[in-house]
């Protein structure tokens, strides 16, 4: 819930219309999930240092910080339903790194024994980079002999740098994915990861960050779908005939407001609600090739996955536990198809 700057309006924590999340919680606990995934991104309510739009947020007590108060009316208290039904697999998002809420990962979150950030003190010349945020190697979870998931931590990620300007990551991110690439052959793989390899906030004719160029040099045969957060949207991207990519699936609108309402993000729709939606890619480039499919949309839901007999089916779901699209996820042809739904 950042509240100063030019970005997006702050979201009323205290409106179960506008702040969905509990509601979102509750009806992903009403499936009956055997695991949940979460993609990063717990902990929002940072700061609010602007007093002439703060006021009505602390009138209502609302909770602000990075302490006990902030995790627990922010994450862990309206996670509750959803923390009850089931274990958990949790990707560090950057709201986590350690110049933010990285003392809560630490204590509440992190799978490893806790380590100490050096500093949380949000914009200060402390800014987290992956050399500095205690940036975790990544590791392997079997799913009897059906899956792989390979859970990465890529939190303080410069992705919006060029490989020129952040040649350190490149070694980082080697190290730091070395399960990915020592994965067991025949097996399907999915990297779950927060900050994504391919989307719709990284500029269309940037150069290669680091871990594109990563991917360039090469991923596993194996790897079907990247599975990511960090924009706050639903989309899908698809790489037909793309020598190989495996599709990229962002789950980002759950947590906090969607990129809907943010005039400096790409899908910022303003007055017009769906109109930054699509049905097809725009035709961008993502780091040099075209999207043969996928869609977006600025809707809050959580995406519901469920094994069939030849892939994945899966349902994006609403705080109301509502359908808004059904998925066919193909891992032989690396392809995740998504309805687009009546716009709003």
Same mark, same amino acid.
């Given at each position: 819930m950042p509240a100063s700057g030019p970005a997006d309006p702050i979201q009323d924590c205290a409106s179960a219309r506008d702040w969905p999340w509990p509601r979102l919680a509750a009806a992903a606990a009403a499936t009956r999930p055997d695991l949940v995934i979460h993609l990063g991104d717990y902990h929002y309510r940072e700061y609010c240092d602007d007093p002439a739009r703060c006021a009505a947020v602390r009138a209502q007590g609302v909770a602000i910080g990075y302490g006990w108060a902030g995790w627990q009316a922010d994450f862990l208290a309206p996670a509750q339903p959803l923390l009850a039904a089931a274990p958990w697999i949790v990707v560090r998002g950057n709201h986590e790194n350690c110049d933010r809420g990285g003392e809560g990962w630490m204590r509440f979150l992190s799978p490893l024994p806790y380590q100490q950030c050096a500093n949380q003190a949000y914009r200060t010349a402390s800014q987290s980079v992956l050399g500095n945020n205690l940036t975790a190697d990544a590791y392997r979870i079997e799913l009897?002999?059906?899956?792989?998931?390979?859970?990465?931590?890529?939190?303080?990620?410069?992705d919006y740098l060029p490989l020129a300007r952040a040649a350190d990551d490149l070694a980082i991110l080697q190290r730091t994915l070395r399960a990915l690439t020592t994965a067991p052959t025949g097996r399907p793989l999915w990297l779950l990861i927060?900050? $994504?390899l391919w989307y719709d906030l990284l500029p269309a004719a940037a150069p290669p960050n680091a871990l594109q160029s990563l991917a360039r040099s090469g991923l596993p045969a194996s790897l079907q779908f990247v599975f990511s957060g960090h924009e706050h949207a639903f989309a899908t991207l698809n790489f037909a005939g793309s020598g190989g990519r495996p599709a990229q699936v962002i789950v980002g609108a759950s947590g906090t407001q969607l990129e809907a309402f943010d005039p400096e993000s790409p899908l910022y729709e303003g007055a017009t609600p769906g109109s930054r939606e699509q049905s097809q890619p725009d035709g961008r480039l993502h780091d040099g090739i075209a999207a043969s499919s996928g869609i977006v949309l600025n809707r809050y839901s959580f995406l519901l996955l469920e094994r069939a007999t030849d892939g994945w089916d899966g349902t994006l779901i609403d705080a109301?536990?509502?359908?808004?699209?059904?998925?066919?996820?193909?891992?032989?042809?690396?392809?995740?198809?998504?309805?687009?739904?009546?716009? $709003?």
């Open positions: 009897g002999e059906r899956l792989t998931l390979v859970v990465a931590d890529n939190a303080a990620f410069a927060h900050k $994504p109301d536990g509502r359908a808004i699209s059904r998925c066919r996820l193909d891992g032989t042809g690396r392809q995740v198809d998504c309805s687009f739904p009546t716009r $709003p």
